[in-house]
């Protein structure tokens, strides 16, 4: 057996183990290890007639994830929100929503403690429950789960076509953050931008620019170099700049400034009229064509 033929067989192989082991989460949404994942080992599940699970299966079901009954609902002090699982296997598989318990103590909350404490109304929580069952409705964990076995059979071919063995090693790297910050993002943005079309844009804008005065107020007391002027903290690689996923919500509603939102109703999701939709784009499923 040729090196050549060897490398192709080892670099399948390995892609078709990588896939395997990032789709694991789709088929077991709430194992250990997706919990892990999640940052939710400490999150515990809902019952049925728990009023925060069933207003999350509500949201869920309103953005268009099929049998939001098979969503298990979990809150924990660790995780800043995740879901596992997508719409093609929620009813043989299940799926999962980790939410922080922030925001299930202030879903609870008193009307008197949000205006003294300042913590999350209740349209801006559903517009978290909406933006996570979103990538559930969208089938995002595929497209993730597909994008390490593609960085690697790209890679391979990335080394095979440039001579130079620094620059293919270069290009491949480079190619693989870029790609990665390209689809996390993207699939960010989509998740925010079928929460917008559903009724929940001004809670997102509210909810943004809360967290942009949080991380102002962070930044002043660490005089730190890993928040922006603007409040963007940049070490989150994986979401987009708060000030970009603000722009955007403005840009698809009539929330054009802050004080349209800060005058939301809680009791009521106001539905806003789209005055349009950003370019469409091209998701990144690279799909690459190799002569074996």
Same mark, same amino acid.
């Given at each position: 057996?040729?090196?050549a033929l060897y490398s192709k067989?080892?670099?399948?192989?390995?892609?078709?183990?990588?896939?395997?082991?990032?789709?694991?989460?789709?088929?077991?949404?709430?194992?250990?290890?997706?919990?892990?994942?999640? +940052?939710?080992?400490?999150?515990?599940?809902?019952?049925?007639?728990?009023?925060?699970?069933?207003?999350?299966?509500?949201?869920?079901?309103?953005?268009?994830?099929?049998?939001?009954?098979?969503?298990?609902?979990?809150?924990?002090?660790?995780?800043?929100?995740?879901?596992?699982?997508t719409n093609l296997a929620i009813? +043989?598989?299940?799926?999962?929503?980790?939410?922080?318990?922030?925001?299930?103590?202030?879903?609870?909350?008193?009307?008197?403690?949000?205006?003294?404490?300042?913590?999350?109304?209740?349209?801006?929580?559903?517009?978290?429950?909406?933006?996570?069952?979103a990538h559930i409705a969208k089938?995002?964990?595929?497209?993730?789960?597909?994008?390490?076995?593609?960085?690697?059979?790209?890679?391979?071919?990335?080394?095979?076509?440039?001579?130079?063995?620094?620059?293919?090693?270069?290009?491949?790297?480079?190619?693989?953050?870029?790609?990665?910050?390209?689809?996390?993002?993207?699939?960010?943005?989509?998740?925010?931008?079928?929460?917008?079309?559903?009724?929940?844009?001004?809670?997102?804008?509210?909810?943004?620019?809360?967290?942009?005065?949080?991380?102002?107020?962070?930044?002043?007391?660490?005089?730190?170099?890993?928040?922006?002027?603007?409040?963007?903290?940049?070490?989150?690689?994986?979401?987009?700049?708060?000030?970009?996923?603000?722009?955007?919500?403005?840009?698809?509603?009539?929330?054009?400034?802050?004080?349209?939102?800060?005058?939301?109703?809680?009791?009521?999701?106001?539905?806003?009229?789209?005055?349009?939709?950003?370019?469409?784009?091209?998701?990144?499923?690279?799909?690459?064509?190799?002569?074996?």
């Amino acid at each position: 057996m040729s090196i050549a033929l060897y490398s192709k067989r080892f670099v399948g192989a390995s892609a078709l183990l990588l896939y395997g082991h990032a789709s694991y989460p789709i088929a077991k949404p709430t194992s250990t290890h997706s919990l892990r994942l999640a +940052q939710g080992l400490d999150a515990y599940e809902l019952g049925d007639k728990d009023l925060f699970a069933m207003n999350v299966r509500n949201v869920a079901a309103r953005v268009g994830v099929k049998y939001p009954e098979r969503i298990s609902i979990r809150v924990g002090v660790q995780s800043a929100g995740a879901s596992m699982g997508t719409n093609l296997a929620i009813r +043989q598989r299940g799926a999962c929503i980790v939410l922080p318990m922030e925001l299930y103590d202030a879903f609870y909350a008193p009307p008197q403690l949000h205006k003294k404490h300042n913590i999350a109304k209740r349209h801006e929580i559903d517009f978290v429950l909406a933006h996570e069952s979103a990538h559930i409705a969208k089938n995002h964990s595929m497209y993730t789960a597909a994008f390490l076995p593609a960085s690697v059979v790209g890679s391979y071919v990335a080394i095979n076509k440039i001579p130079n063995k620094w620059i293919a090693g270069i290009v491949s790297v480079l190619g693989i953050i870029g790609s990665h910050f390209y689809l996390s993002w993207s699939l960010e943005h989509e998740a925010d931008q079928v929460a917008a079309e559903n009724g929940f844009a001004c809670g997102g804008i509210s909810f943004f620019q809360r967290k942009l005065i949080r991380n102002c107020e962070m930044r002043s007391l660490l005089n730190t170099r890993m928040i922006t002027k603007s409040g963007n903290y940049l070490g989150d690689t994986s979401h987009p700049l708060l000030t970009s996923r603000i722009e955007r919500l403005q840009f698809l509603t009539f929330c054009r400034d802050s004080q349209t939102c800060s005058h939301h109703r809680d009791e009521n999701i106001v539905q806003v009229k789209m005055i349009g939709k950003p370019p469409r784009r091209t998701k990144l499923l690279i799909v690459l064509v190799i002569y074996w």
